[in-house]
């Protein structure tokens, strides 16, 4: 692999220079930080990451290389991928190829070389920032101009370039016990293969089907699933859902639960460098204890829009105080923010799913 130079630019005038590790060119987005050790696969192809540009905070990415098992989506969303190292030669049973080969395989500009740390602490003081990599202008001055112009997350609709274009069904379980229907504002697999492994059959709709699209389905229970984008952007789909309340049990999962907010009356708004790794604190009011989650998020819902009679708070971020989950006071409908389907893991929040299946049960 060649030693081709890239840089990385941000609005604040912040260059650094680093190594090409991906794709030629030069990508724009939102540039966050992550703090998982390992998922590296699950996080580029997760659709949630759709207009960001992804810095690891782990200093040593892609030792283990990637396989064709281990993707979330169709292919991989982020803008952009920064590394403080990343493994050329992988070592691991399952690996078909190596990061750098995937990174150029599916257009992804990527860098490593660059202190990750001195990234990490600028965005958890500042915020995050508009970016862009390049391989092809390495002009410091013309970089953070093009950062700077290049367009911002609050307002954008990212959901429309990573739903699915139609509906689908997923692949059946062996023994069919409910019918789901999932809308997908940018679903992950795996979400679909733990419903599918409780016995649901589920079909897909794109973000833009209505309630009555799902209803012709007949299902037990409507999903609402993760995604990129500003929640607050999407009001073509608060509709859908304020038509299924009350018709079936619903559950959400991060901007499916930023949606479901939405749909009963409340707000969101941007953090100010969100949540985004597998190491978060949320604690659970029922049974008080604390879970620890995968996250991937910046926008929250705002607790003082929800109306007390309808909608109460469940689960609670330990590190900041911010909503992690909430419920209908009164019918089988709620939500979280974080990632109970979470590959590699951890496993903490996965009886949310079987709350699901039980609440399909009762209905």
Same mark, same amino acid.
């Given at each position: ?13 912040? =260059?650094?220079? *680093?190594?090409? =590790?991906?794709?030629?060119? $030069?990508? +724009?987005?939102?540039?966050? +930080? ?13 659709? /949630? ?29 982020? #803008?952009?991928?920064?590394?403080? $190292? ?40 500042? *915020? ?13 001055? /013309?970089?953070?101009?093009? %950062?700077?112009?290049? @367009?911002?997350?609050? *307002? ?5 370039? =990573? ?34 492994? %409780? ?9 833009? %089907? /209505?309630?009555?699209?799902? !209803?012709? !389905?007949?299902?037990?229970?409507? +999903?609402?699933?993760?995604?990129? *984008? ?8 608060? @509709? ?17 639960? #930023? ?20 190491? #978060? ?21 705002? @607790? $003082? ?18 909503? $992690? ?27 949310? +799913? ?10």
């Amino acid at each position: 692999m060649s030693d081709k130079q890239a840089m990385l630019a941000l609005e604040d005038g912040t =260059v650094l220079q *680093g190594r090409s =590790v991906g794709a030629e060119g $030069e990508s +724009f987005g939102e540039l966050v +930080f992550n703090t998982s050790m390992t998922g590296y696969q699950e996080i580029l192809t997760d659709p /949630s990451y759709a207009g960001q540009i992804i810095t690891m905070t782990y200093p040593l990415i892609g030792n283990y290389g990637v396989n064709a098992e281990d993707v979330e989506s169709r292919k991989p969303f982020a #803008q952009g991928f920064v590394m403080g $190292e990343c493994c050329l030669e992988p070592s691991n049973w399952r690996a078909q190829q190596s990061l750098p080969e995937y990174l150029r395989e599916n257009n992804v500009v990527g860098i490593d070389g660059v202190d990750t740390r001195r990234i990490t602490r600028l965005l958890r003081t500042e *915020g995050a920032k508009k970016a862009v990599i390049s391989t092809t202008d390495l002009n410091p001055d /013309s970089l953070v101009q093009k %950062a700077i112009e290049s @367009p911002g997350m609050v *307002g954008a609709d990212y959901v429309r370039d =990573v739903t699915t274009p139609e509906a689908y069904q997923w692949e059946a379980p062996a023994e069919k016990r409910f019918r789901v229907a999932a809308f997908d504002y940018g679903i992950k697999y795996n979400i679909l293969r733990l419903l599918q492994k %409780a016995g649901c059959d589920v079909t897909v709709l794109p973000a833009t %089907a /209505s309630a009555e699209d799902a !209803l012709a !389905l007949d299902p037990d229970g409507i +999903f609402l699933s993760n995604g990129p *984008g500003d929640p607050a952007a999407l009001p073509y789909v608060y @509709p859908s859902v304020r038509g299924l309340v009350g018709k079936r049990p619903i559950f959400g999962i991060c901007l499916g639960h #930023q949606i479901l907010a939405h749909a009963l009356g409340g707000n969101t708004y941007k953090l100010k460098f969100g949540h985004r790794g597998g190491n #978060q604190p949320v604690m659970n009011h029922a049974t008080g204890k604390v879970e620890i989650s995968v996250q991937n998020h910046g926008f929250a819902v705002d @607790p $003082e829009s929800l109306d007390p009679a309808t909608a109460r708070i469940t689960h609670t971020n330990l590190n900041d105080q911010s909503v $992690e989950g909430l419920e209908h006071t009164e019918l089988p409908v709620y939500s979280v923010q974080y990632h109970p389907e979470a590959s590699p893991g951890p496993h903490d929040s996965r009886y949310l +799913f079987e709350r699901f299946i039980a609440s399909m049960r009762r209905a």
